[in-house]
């Protein structure tokens, strides 16, 4: 009996001692548990903060990108200025050289022949052996200027042909100054801007036979985003017309509606920052390298298409090139596109009137 008591209550102890272990378990593994969401937590909003804070960087890293782009623009066309300087005071510098050496020969020998005349025969009295010297006086005065013709006989005829080519540039100043002032300095400037599908165009080909003065800038691989600050050095120097190819890199990552509001957005900060610069957009070329892509210009056309209308903005539309314009690769043009691209550019310019 005793025994049977014993065992029983080692029993009923081991029952309380295994009972409390598993609250005290129980208690712990509710507490990790807690602790294990709380570091979930924390580690999720940390993986937000370096989300963020990587798209704050990769942010930065566009913008300086881009103001080291806009640097090197400016400082492209400060050399390109400094150096159009140099050649015009050159030029004013040879021309003034040979203007001094052609008139000073002349004008010393005349200066020489007049001094010789004026010493001769100075308010002196004559008299009879007097009259002699002054006869044979008079005969040395004549035959110095005798000499002195015959000298500057050569000098004269320089001096006309130097006048001759003087009235011969006064003339041509003046027809400059006649000439009318939209086809002079004050044209209307169209300023053409976009990707490398516009790097072979020729912008002299293009104003050739236009009254607008014609400039053509490319940024290859460059897409909506990057535009935005590519535009804004041309901006500054005031065009009256900008033309905006820009759209082919993007449709890769971007939908067509995406890519629409990107180009507006674009648009209306040029018709903004310009203050009075007309727009037009250049559709997308079509493409041949994949199938997806190539049905996505063709939406991208069209909602380009309503978008100029809905802004009153020009569209310049290049629907006559085809599989046949473009390159192996079945992106860029080929020869024969080039000249269909600059073709659609130049008959849309000429039906424009730029105030």
């Known amino acids: 009996m005793i025994r049977g008591e014993n065992e029983a209550m080692n ?39 370096m989300s963020d804070l990587n798209l704050k960087v990769k942010g930065l890293e566009n913008e300086k ?22 050649v015009v ?23 020489k022949a007049k001094e010789s005349v004026q010493q001769k025969n100075q308010y002196t009295a004559l008299s009879i052996s007097d009259v002699d010297d002054s006869e044979s006086d008079s005969n040395n005065v004549s035959d110095n ?69 014609v400039t053509i800038k490319t940024f290859p691989g460059a897409g909506v985003d990057e535009m935005i600050h590519y535009v804004r050095p041309t901006l500054q120097k005031k065009p009256n017309h900008v033309v905006l190819h820009v759209g082919t890199n993007d449709l890769q ?57 809905e802004h009153n903005w020009g569209l310049i539309k290049h629907d006559n090139i085809t599989k046949i314009h473009l390159n192996n690769y079945g992106l860029h043009l080929n020869q024969r596109g080039t000249s269909t691209l600059a073709g659609n550019v130049k008959q849309f310019l000429k039906n424009q009137v730029f105030d």
């Open 11 to 49: 029993k009923s102890s081991v029952n309380d001692q295994s009972s409390a272990v598993n609250k005290l378990l129980t208690k712990d593994n509710a507490r990790l548990k807690k602790e294990n969401d709380s570091l979930k937590e924390q580690i999720t909003s940390y993986k937000c903060v």
């Open 65 to 86: 990108n881009s103001l080291v782009t806009v640097i090197k623009i400016i400082q492209n066309d400060q050399e390109q200025q400094q150096a159009s300087w140099n």
């Open 89 to 111: 005071n050159n030029r004013t510098k040879t021309t003034e050289g040979r203007n001094t050496s052609a008139h000073n020969p002349v004008g010393t020998k005349n200066v």
């Open 145 to 213: 200027r005798s000499d002195d013709i015959t000298a500057t006989q050569v000098p004269k005829q320089d001096q006309r042909h130097e006048r001759n080519r003087h009235s011969k540039k006064d003339s041509q100043k003046v027809k400059e100054a006649n000439i009318p002032k939209n086809t002079k300095h004050n044209r209307p400037t169209v300023a053409i801007l976009g990707d490398s599908m516009l790097k072979h165009l020729n912008p002299r080909k293009i104003q050739h036979g236009l009254d607008h003065k």
């Open 253 to 309: 990552t971007k939908s067509p509606v995406t890519l629409i509001t990107a180009i507006s957005r674009l648009g209306e900060t040029i018709t903004q920052e310009g203050n009075g610069t007309e727009l037009t957009l250049s559709e997308v070329i079509t493409r041949n390298d994949n199938a997806n892509l190539a049905d996505k210009v063709n939406v991208f056309n069209k909602k380009l298409d309503e978008l100029c209308t």
